[in-house]
């Protein structure tokens, strides 16, 4: 079993930026990824990385979020600026053991999650 353990959420105005962290100890993995549970929304994906760094993104993270992981520290990221309100709510680290197609973009896909970690509060507000 892997624990999944995020860190970082807070309380922020808009505009303004948040850093996530998810310390992800697992020797070998096909993807890992942040997704996010927002008020009236389904859980949705946020980015994801692969084991050689490629990333891919929602479409509402493009030029806002960056994924990146530190391979050293076992850790995997979400740099978020420019936050706006309707991104408030749970962030979710999650990771793919084993993927079967599309690199990155399996991870966008709840149903190839292996863990997942107990997420982290985000609240962006004036």
């Known amino acids: 079993h892997v624990q999944l353990v995020e860190s970082g959420g807070g309380s922020v105005q808009p505009g303004g930026s948040l850093r996530l962290s998810c310390a992800a100890p697992?020797?070998?993995?096909?993807?890992m990824g942040w997704y996010r549970q927002t008020p009236g929304k389904e859980l949705e994906a946020v980015a994801a990385?692969?084991?050689?760094?490629?990333?891919s993104y929602a479409n509402f993270a493009k030029g806002r979020f960056t994924i990146s992981r530190d391979n050293a520290k076992s850790t995997m990221y979400l740099q978020m600026n420019n936050l706006k309100p309707d991104d408030g709510g749970t962030y979710y680290c999650?990771?793919?053991?084993?993927?079967?197609?599309?690199?990155?973009?399996?991870?966008?896909?709840?149903?190839?999650?292996?863990?997942w970690g107990e997420g982290t509060q985000v609240t962006v507000s004036p």
């Open positions: 697992v020797a070998s993995f096909y993807c």
């Open positions: 999650a990771v793919a053991i084993r993927g079967m197609y599309g690199g990155t973009w399996f991870c966008h896909n709840r149903d190839g999650i292996d863990y």
């Open positions: 990385i692969d084991d050689v760094g490629s990333t």
